[in-house]
């Protein structure tokens, strides 16, 4: 089964939690930090996701012309035989 990120992230905050040589104002610190850290990866990922998705609408726009293309010059082909 797959596991949500945030599920993981819980986890892995919650170990922080259990690291006994972290005083305090340390492990705040430090949970901050990775917070932020996940959160910036998130935003990373979904920049990511949505430019993936433009490129592909690209991709899919170009072959379409591009078939189109092809197809007017079978036609013109066809029509001068």
């Known amino acids: 089964d797959e596991v949500i ?10 170990k922080l939690d259990e690291i006994s ?3 305090p ?8 930090i990775f917070i932020s850290f996940l959160s910036h990866q998130q935003q990373q990922t979904y920049k990511n996701e949505k430019s993936i998705v433009y490129n ?3 991709i899919r726009q170009i072959s379409n012309e ?3 293309e092809t197809e ?5 082909a066809q029509v001068f035989q």
Do not use: H
Not at 5 to 14: P, V, W
């Open 25 to 32: 104002v340390n492990r705040k610190m430090i949970k901050e």
């Open 72 to 76: 007017r010059e079978i036609y013109a």
């Open 5 to 14: 990120s945030s599920e993981i992230d819980n986890i892995d905050l919650n």
């Open 21 to 23: 040589f972290i005083d």
């Open 66 to 68: 591009k078939q189109s």
């Open 56 to 58: 592909s609408q690209s």
